[in-house]
């Protein structure tokens, strides 16, 4: 990997791609937290896409692996699907990591069947374990 950018949301996005190159986890940690501060029910993804794709564009490429790790619970905001399909067709491959069952998906607020279909891969990833094995299967 020649260029890792990363990026955080709860009601807004944030490139934290500088807080992890410059500091170690325990001070970049605290940062991002301090400019995401958690809310009772703001989490917004479509918002976090629109923001995506205007500002940052760029990091998202035929060479780029677009990793979503997320619930995909919008809190009934508009989900902005065309947006989350028009990145994934960008990037080279799209994965999400949720860590709800499949079975939470799509009840409530829960757009993950509408974003499902859009990415080449869906892992629950709630454990190391979960992870560890998602990661197994995306390299073989």
Request: hydrophobic letters at 40%; a negative charge; one cysteine or more.
């Amino acid at each position: 990997m020649s260029r890792t950018r990363s990026f955080a949301f709860i009601d807004h996005l944030e490139d934290i791609s500088q807080d992890f190159e410059a500091n170690r986890p325990e001070v970049a940690i605290p940062s991002v937290l301090y400019r995401l501060p958690p809310g009772h029910y703001n989490t917004d993804l479509g918002s976090s896409l629109t923001q995506l794709t205007h500002d940052h564009l760029d990091a998202v490429d035929g060479r780029t692996t677009l990793i979503v790790c997320g619930d995909g619970r919008n809190n009934y905001n508009n989900p902005r699907v065309d947006l989350m399909h028009d990145l994934a067709r960008r990037a080279r491959k799209a994965v999400w990591f949720n860590p709800e069952p499949p079975n939470a998906w799509g009840t409530d607020d829960s757009d993950m069947l509408s974003y499902a279909p859009l990415v080449d891969c869906v892992f629950q990833v709630a454990t190391l374990r979960q992870l560890g094995l998602a990661v197994d299967q995306l390299f073989l």
